[in-house]
């Protein structure tokens, strides 16, 4: 459905629930698939994402009291959630509002006073729990919403990501890098962007796959990053950057080379931190070298260190499993697959793979078969195109 048609029926929606008049404004933030690079983010590496045409939409107006009024057409069965801009705490009962909420606390906390409150109506056509990013989608989405309601001109979409990504570290307790929030408030029709995380430095470069196509496939493998193992991985790599700085002068595992890391991987006492960080470091090193494979239309090398990426993903950095790796091994095995790989946090989710175009049809079906037969459920793909970021509609 075009967005202009969807904009119509949420309005309508919208009016439903809250009644007619007053200024109602429209708004749409993507999810995000990173190509490669994951878990660098929050150690300084670099990452290779890009915004996906799916993504929140959300349909805002003004109140002139206090009151927050929010409801999702994605889980209508909870109705209108009504809470304050006085109680901005996070609330196992408050469900999916936490992240705006956390987004509202994380602006009040910077000194962006909200003046008053808001009827809000929310709308995702990302599948929850995918690793695809709903919940930075949601976060940037409120923050846009908040920066265009209040005047807040000054306030950059790169201050709007740190902002979502304060919310989801410090509101709603997932230790999660900048990489997913930049995507969605960043992002560029047809590129990714190579992001070094350790300066917000960043370059656009176009995705130009000749003869190919991003197909993500969700295992329905549901995962939440803030009850998984995902804080673990973080605080295992803090532990070893630590250990390292006893030899060397480096504020993060991304400033390493494969080189240095070999040479003094052994101040690393303990041998699976050991092999979070050599997954740290490596992984940086790979997406550096898969972003100037793709400039230089090398799409066969950018698969290959996919397939590396999923590898280390899966062995040394342990955040994979066994339904992810029935569809990576079967797609790495099929002709017309350049490169397959887990996404996004892991323990479910993803995969996001290159198939050339003649390949496309042959690999939804002949996985799709399979992994059901394997697994017992259904596989969901999507043949993907590489949108912008966070806008007004």
Same mark, same amino acid.
């Given at each position: *459905? ?94 999916? +509002? ?12 910077? !000194? ?5 409150? *808001? ?44 902002? !979502? ?13 900048? =990489? ?61 950057? $630590? ?86 091994? =079967?797609?790495?095995? *099929?002709? !017309? ?7 996004? @946090?892991?323990? @479910?989710?993803? +995969? ?16 799709? $078969? ?24």
């Amino acid at each position: *459905m075009e967005v202009r048609k969807m904009k119509e029926r949420f309005i309508q929606k919208f009016q439903e629930l809250y009644g007619k008049g007053g200024g109602i404004r429209a708004y749409f933030a993507p999810g995000r698939v990173n190509l490669i690079g994951e878990h660098t983010d929050y150690n300084g590496g670099h990452v290779f994402p890009c915004a996906l045409t799916l993504g929140t939409y959300g349909i805002v107006r003004d109140r002139e009291d206090r009151k927050l009024r929010f409801y999702s057409m994605n889980f209508e069965s909870l109705g209108i959630i009504e809470t304050s801009l006085d109680d901005l705490v996070p609330d196992e009962a408050a469900n999916w +509002t936490n992240y705006p909420k956390g987004v509202m606390w994380a602006f009040e906390k910077r !000194g962006y006073k909200l003046a008053h409150g *808001m009827d809000i109506l929310i709308y995702g056509n990302i599948p929850s729990g995918s690793g695809l990013s709903s919940s930075a989608s949601l976060e940037v989405l409120t923050g846009l919403m908040l920066k265009d309601t209040f005047g807040f001109e000054n306030l950059t979409m790169v201050e709007v990501a740190l902002i !979502g990504q304060d919310a989801e570290n410090n509101f709603n307790g997932c230790n999660c890098g900048i =990489m997913d929030q930049f995507a969605s408030a960043m992002g560029k029709k047809d590129h990714a962007i190579f992001l070094d995380t350790n300066t917000l430095n960043y370059e656009y470069a176009p995705v130009i796959l000749k003869d190919a196509k991003i197909v993500i496939t969700n295992s329905k493998v549901k995962h939440s990053l803030v009850d998984s193992a995902y804080n673990d991985r973080r605080n295992e790599c803090e532990t070893a950057l $630590k250990e390292l700085q006893a030899e060397l002068p480096i504020h993060s595992l991304g400033e390493l080379t494969q080189e240095e890391f070999e040479l003094h991987k052994e101040a690393i006492k303990d041998p699976v931190r050991q092999r979070r960080a050599k997954h740290a470091v490596y992984e940086n090193q790979r997406t550096i070298r898969a972003v100037e494979a793709l400039r230089e239309n090398d799409v066969e090398l950018f698969g290959r260190l996919m397939n590396e990426s999923h590898q280390s993903l899966k062995e040394d950095y342990q955040v994979s499993c066994r339904e992810i790796d029935i569809l990576v091994d =079967m797609a790495q095995a *099929m002709p !017309g697959v350049l490169g397959s790989r887990i996404t996004g @946090g892991g323990f @479910g989710g993803c +995969t996001v793979s290159i198939v050339r175009n003649d390949a496309v049809d042959g690999f939804i079906s002949q996985i799709g $078969k399979t992994y059901q037969e394997k697994v017992g459920h259904e596989a969901e793909f999507y043949v993907v195109d590489i949108g912008d970021g966070a806008k007004i509609i």
